[in-house]
């Protein structure tokens, strides 16, 4: 029970920032015994209030942007519950060779941003095309793909969104990772929700996860927002590199 609220705060922390906490409850639920799927859903149950916590504490970041969460969201909804539905009917080990492979892309589109973003804006001038503020159709369908995989398992979800925003939207990163956040909060309370009238959960470990990721979304992101562009590149790099090593040795 220590090693699981541990775990909870750490990734309520670390996805209010950059995303990936589930790569820290996971293993903990499977070494209490807890089967691969059973661990899953009550992993996203858990979740959510560490994911509503975020956003919460990014609320100054979203000022602006009902428009672009509502619509971006409603992708998430739909993605996050088709993610659910595949959990449930597809083996366990189903997308374990193209999730490395999302997570890797994620992590360069990640690193590389502020070139690709010099890139799109010298090309807009020569153009004399403006930025659409909600992405685009590329961004709805490349977020609500994203939200597929997020409903069927969370590790790095909030990477890949970043990378995709970050690609598509001239904003700076805090304002991206306020909505990031957010999506990723609707993707685990649907997916969840879906779970509570399809699967079995571990109830003590969804009390001691909710409560101790709302716990840790809570500091994260108080620290969070204070770190500059660069700093935060580099936090999303570092933990999304480690997240990828962990998911090619599983």
Do not use: C
Request: aromatic share 6%; hydrophobic share 55%; charged share 10%.
């Amino acid at each position: 029970m220590a090693a699981v609220f541990a775990a909870g705060v750490g990734a309520g922390a670390i996805n209010s920032v950059v995303g990936s906490g589930t790569l820290i409850t996971f293993p903990v639920l499977l070494a209490t015994g807890l089967s691969p799927v059973t661990a899953t859903v009550s992993n996203a149950l858990g979740l959510i209030p560490g994911s509503i916590s975020g956003a919460v504490g990014y609320r100054k970041e979203l000022t602006g942007q009902r428009r672009r969460v509502l619509k971006l969201g409603a992708g998430a909804l739909l993605g996050g519950l088709a993610g659910a539905t595949l959990l449930l009917s597809l083996p366990p080990d189903a997308f374990e060779t193209i999730v490395p492979v999302l997570v890797g892309l994620a992590l360069v589109l990640v690193a590389l941003q502020p070139q690709i973003g010099r890139l799109v804006q010298r090309r807009r001038e020569r153009t004399g095309a403006s930025a659409r503020r909600d992405g685009g159709p590329l961004l709805l369908v490349g977020l609500t793909l994203a939200s597929v995989y997020g409903g069927y398992f969370t590790a790095a979800q909030g990477i890949i969104y970043l990378s995709l925003m970050g690609m598509l939207l001239d904003e700076p990163l805090q304002r991206l990772n306020g909505v990031k956040n957010v999506l990723a909060a609707v993707v685990n309370t649907v997916a969840a929700l879906f779970f509570l009238f399809a699967a079995d959960f571990d109830w003590t470990a969804v009390g001691l996860l909710a409560v101790s990721s709302a716990l840790g979304g809570h500091f994260g992101a108080k620290v969070g927002r204070r770190f500059s562009p660069l700093v935060l590149r580099i936090l999303v790099v570092t933990v999304g590199t480690v997240a990828l090593v962990q998911l090619l040795l599983r």
